[in-house]
């Protein structure tokens, strides 16, 4: 496993995380470990190989500097370990691991973002003259890396759409899942609004890294209005990562002065989401259509939010549109937001209709069958 950021010190678990964790279970994993956070926020059941690496905050400088210590460290594991399959979601590393493999294992790539986009985005905008270059030049070396892959996974019909237009047709999709304890957990609901004095309020949440694929200043601005005519309040959990958007969020909640209609908290451990899901009344997606890491994307809390059974607001891309629009409702600007809110407030039977059946489509859902179909592909394209 070539992961696509840190194993064990994200402090969002990834998707190949949540599957390879469970094949783990019955299969010897090998994961080579990208030291990217100090503390280990989570445990694995795979083989967990460390790396003397040489630490630095900026990512491509970080892959950079360790690109030989990363070739020598794949090709040893893949020798010493007769791997069978390498999984490779990683831009970066994954030329590099990809002709560290050569053919002494079958090569599956999992594209769980729009990659190029993704790793532009973190310096530059993606509309600007930097920002497309850039984009433009790491989509060459997906591209190469792609190249050696027998097998191409995606996470979404929109992914799958964009591998095909480099010339790819090698591919399948696995979606995103939900933990199974999501559904049947008794969440703190009432002890977490009385902790962040939410009582009283129609609580809108957003959940999730604060970066710059989000579109959230439509719903800021609805906040505004709605504020003006009920008791309402923002709850945001999570941070950024290593763009200046969390920043220019803050300084435009200042800017709209309704500082004291948000709570905003860090990241909180996996274990206790939902239990802060549980404490928003409507959750959101508010992702931007113009940005491709968005556009393409597949979001693992859409699910996460479903199967606690919440009312939910998103953006409309595409695969939450192909995959649960009965079950979501669409704003794109703080008008569309202010109009779904307050029919919540009048309509609230209606909503919770809607939640109910959007809970039974993330039952189907669990990472658990999810792995289950991951592994199957393994089996069947390493046997054919």
């Known amino acids: 496993m070539i992961p ?34 100090p503390k280990n926020v989570r445990e694995s059941k795979g083989v967990i190989h460390h790396i003397d690496e040489v630490n630095h905050n900026n990512l491509a400088i970080y892959y950079f500097i360790n690109s030989s210590k990363h070739f020598k460290a794949i090709r040893k594991i893949v020798y010493e370990n007769q791997v069978d399959v390498a999984i490779i979601s990683n831009l970066l590393v994954g030329y590099i691991g990809a002709k560290a493999i050569g053919n002494h294992a079958d090569i599956f790539f999992d594209l769980s973002d729009h990659f190029p986009s993704v790793g532009a985005g973190y310096y530059f905008n993606s509309n600007s003259f930097c920002g497309k270059f850039a984009t433009s030049a790491l ?23 964009y591998v095909k237009t480099l010339g790819f047709t090698n591919t399948s999709i696995i979606p995103n899942g939900v933990d199974k304890s999501f559904l049947n957990r008794n969440y703190q609901r009432d002890l977490i609004r009385e902790e962040l004095a939410l009582d009283g309020n129609v609580t809108i949440g957003y959940l999730g890294s604060v970066e710059f694929w989000l579109d959230i200043f439509p719903l800021l601005k609805a906040i505004k209005t709605l504020s003006r005519k009920q008791n309402v309040k923002l709850l945001l959990v999570g941070a950024g990562l290593r763009s200046k958007t969390a920043r220019q969020l803050r300084q435009y909640i200042n800017t709209l002065g309704i500082t004291e209609h948000v709570v905003w908290l860090d990241f909180i451990p996996y274990t206790k989401v939902p239990d802060y899901i549980g404490a928003m009344d ?16 597949a979001p693992n809390k859409l699910f ?16 939450i549109v192909h995959t649960a629009r009965k079950y979501v409702n669409f704003a794109l600007t703080s008008e569309n937001y202010v109009r779904i809110i307050d029919d919540y407030s009048k309509n609230s039977k209606k909503y919770e209709e809607q939640a109910l059946q959007g809970k039974k489509l993330a039952m189907q859902m669990t990472w658990n069958k999810i792995a289950q179909q991951y592994h199957q592909l393994l089996l069947n394209r390493s046997a054919s």
Not at 142 to 158: M, P, R, W, Y
Not at 282 to 297: E, G, H, Q, R, V
């Open 4 to 37: 696509t950021t840190d194993w064990l010190g994200h402090p969002i678990p990834s998707r190949l995380h949540q599957i390879f964790e469970k094949i783990a279970e019955k299969n010897v994993v090998h994961v080579l470990r990208f030291g990217l956070y």
């Open 139 to 161: 989509e060459k070396i997906l591209k190469k890396t792609l190249c050696h892959a027998q097998h191409i996974v995606t996470c979404s019909h929109a992914l799958e759409s």
């Open 282 to 297: 409507i959750c959101t997606i508010p992702f931007d259509l113009k940005n491709p890491a968005a556009y393409y994307s």
């Open 304 to 319: 996460e939010y479903l199967a606690l059974g919440k009312t939910v607001i998103a953006t409309p891309i595409p695969e």
